[in-house]
Each structure stands twice: as structure tokens, then as C-alpha cells.
Nanobody
Framework: VQLQASGGGLVLPGGSLRLTCAAS????????IGWFRQAPGKEREFVAA????????YYGNGVKDRFTISRNIAEGTAYLQMNSLKPEDTAVYLC????????????????????WGQGTQVTVSS
């Protein structure tokens, strides 16, 4: 499976962006799609995830009230709507797929995701 992340850019504090993760090469069924971010000099951080079957959503610390993850089953695409962006949200955002049966404690672990897109840069600055 190949993943293509897009939608990043430069936005003012308080602004919004919508990231897209397009999956190809496989019809998704029971996978989990996750969004992670990585700022320079920092570890990769969990942002959000959605189970393809059933649509259960999970969010990382500090984003639950501002970010919304969703999916379009027909298109094989996941989205991350980001509102009220802050400078500390600045990072490269990556989408990933896990085809494992993840338990809740595993959802946030990058090592449990086997397929990664190339990332899209989000910069929040005035």
C-alpha cells in the first residue's frame, strides 16, 4: 500500500488546515490509519488515528478539541481537519497504516504502523 499525504502549508495562528492521506494499492478494510507529526529535534508524536472498520477515533494529547480525523471509505482517503492551530503544531505531518489488530495502548506507537507516507509540512506562524 502507498500513502500520499497532502494539504500542509503556512497558516497564521488560529487558522485551519485540512490534511489528506490517500491510500492506493489496496482496498482498505480493517486497517488503522494514523496521523503523526515530527518537529525538528523531537520524537515522532501521535496526533490521531481512525479504525477503517467502524470508524473509532483516537486523539493525542492537546489536539482532541481542535483536530478531527475522518475517512472516506469509497475514496480510500483519510483526513485530518486542524482548527485553532498554534505555533507548537508546526511539524511535518505523516500518515501511516497499521494492518495489525491494535489494542488501545498500541494505537499511539509509531512502531506498530508498517506503511508511511512522505509527510506534509505544517507551519503555524505570524
Amino acid at each position: 500500500v502507498q500513502l500520499q499525504a497532502s494539504g500542509g502549508g503556512l497558516v497564521l495562528p488560529g487558522g485551519s488546515l485540512r490534511l489528506t492521506c490517500a491510500a492506493s494499492g489496496r482496498t482498505l478494510s480493517r486497517e488503522t490509519i494514523g496521523w503523526f507529526r515530527q518537529a525538528p529535534g523531537k520524537e515522532r508524536e501521535f496526533v490521531a488515528a481512525i479504525r477503517w472498520s467502524g470508524g473509532m477515533k483516537y486523539y493525542g494529547n492537546g489536539v482532541k478539541d481542535r483536530f478531527t480525523i475522518s475517512r472516506n471509505i469509497a475514496e480510500g482517503t483519510a483526513y485530518l481537519q486542524m482548527n485553532s492551530l498554534k505555533p507548537e503544531d508546526t511539524a511535518v505531518y505523516l500518515c501511516a497504516i497499521s494492518d495489525l489488530s491494535l489494542i488501545m495502548s498500541e494505537i499511539k506507537r509509531p512502531a506498530r504502523y508498517s506503511y508511511w507516507g512522505q509527510g506534509t509540512q505544517v507551519t503555524v506562524s505570524s
